[in-house]
């Protein structure tokens, strides 16, 4: 695997999976630059703002907040937007994403097909369920998404916000907050989703 | 203008949240089934290195950051809550945003539902244990 061989080489080069560590580090290199420029790393908080922005500042004085001083934050989300839009397109992985073979033979038999179920071959979503044609699909969905948001405003952050940002600040308050994602998580995998699909 | 550091800093994060197959529904699935060390990698990875930036950026600036006050029934209320749908949707934020600009239109509804649910917080925000 050569490192430097002109444009196309390249392209390649970074559209096949990357191992965990360079992804870890990637995203160190995201937590860097945005201190450097003078802001912390936090994705949730982008929902707050669109509240804010759509004047629910004006019932409820949490949303009442300064959303130019947050335009930084808007920016970045947006760019997390064209980043998807680049990479889904344009640096597609060879293959779909190498899950465990346990996690493959666990899933089908809740009637996931993997990776088979996602309709753009990438293995990134159950596109059988998740999709606006499965009427419990999108219910998981909407309450998933509703779950996220409410509980994301609640702790104070997201992965981002929590587990890296807190976590590399060395506050008790975040490990608390990551050890509540996987007391959800856990809850969520290994009881109510598989009862829910043999609904 | 003065913003658009923060967008290319937002297109490498996509990108890499999709290279590294953070965004995928199904790794998350793995990673709360414990049977692959991938999520855990990347996040450990994303942690360690983290501490030793901040650690040293903390001795030249100050940094942008303002604790969590510390309260252990709402942080693991708050956290049981976001972890359920982060493994029901499969997805935090980020890669919320990141399906769907790579085209999963699903995640419209569902980053509308989390906007919902942020509002639904702070709508309930004083009825809740902080």
Redesign the interface.
């Known amino acids: 695997m050569e490192l430097v061989v002109g444009n196309q080489g390249f392209l390649e080069f970074?559209?096949q999976?990357?191992h965990?560590?360079?992804?870890?580090?990637?995203?160190?290199?995201?937590?860097?630059?945005?201190?450097?420029?003078?802001?912390?790393f936090g994705?949730?908080s982008?929902?707050?703002t669109?509240?804010a922005m759509a004047g629910?500042g004006k019932k409820?004085p949490?949303?009442n907040m300064d959303v130019k001083a947050d335009?930084?934050?808007t920016?970045?989300?947006?760019?997390?937007?064209?980043?998807?839009?680049?990479?889904?397109?344009f640096?597609r992985?060879p293959e779909a994403?190498q899950?465990?073979q346990?996690?493959v033979d666990?899933?089908s038999t809740l009637g996931i097909a993997?990776?088979a179920s996602d309709a753009?071959g990438?293995?990134?979503?159950?596109?059988d369920l998740?999709?606006?044609g499965n009427v419990k699909?999108?219910l998981?969905?909407?309450?998933?998404?509703?779950?996220?948001?409410?509980?994301?405003?609640?702790?104070?952050?997201?992965?981002?916000g929590?587990?890296?940002?807190?976590?590399?600040?060395?506050?008790?308050?975040?490990l608390?907050?990551?050890?509540?994602?996987?007391?959800?998580?856990?809850?969520?995998?290994?009881f109510?989703?598989p009862f829910l699909m043999r609904l | 203008m003065k913003n658009i550091p923060f967008l290319i800093v937002g297109i490498f994060f996509g990108i890499v949240l999709t290279k590294s197959e953070v965004i995928s529904w199904f790794r998350i699935h793995e990673m709360f089934r414990f049977e692959s060390i991938h999520m855990y990698g990347v996040i450990g990875t994303a942690v360690a290195l983290g501490v030793i930036i901040i650690g040293i950026m903390k001795r030249y600036r100050t940094l942008d950051f303002s604790p969590t006050p510390l309260s252990v029934r709402r942080h693991l209320i708050s956290g049981s809550i976001f972890g359920l749908g982060w493994a029901l949707a499969g997805s935090c934020p980020g890669p919320m945003y990141t399906l769907l600009g790579s085209g999963y239109w699903i995640f419209l509804l569902i980053i509308l539902s989390a906007i919902a649910g942020t509002y639904t917080y702070g709508l309930l925000r004083d009825k809740l244990p902080h």
């Open positions: 970074i559209s999976p990357w965990w560590a360079v992804g870890g580090a990637a995203i160190a290199l995201v937590l860097f630059l945005l201190n450097w420029m003078g802001h912390s994705v949730s982008t929902f707050r669109v509240c629910a409820i949490f949303f335009a930084w934050r920016t970045f989300v947006i760019g997390i937007l064209l980043g998807g839009l680049i990479a889904g397109n640096l992985s994403v899950i465990s346990s996690t666990y899933l993997y990776p753009k990438l293995g990134y979503v159950p596109t998740f999709n606006f699909g999108v998981m969905a909407i309450v998933g998404g509703f779950l996220v948001g409410f509980g994301a405003r609640y702790a104070g952050g997201c992965t981002s929590h587990a890296i940002t807190g976590l590399s600040h060395l506050q008790l308050p975040s608390l907050t990551v050890i509540g994602f996987f007391i959800g998580g856990i809850l969520m995998t290994w109510i989703f």
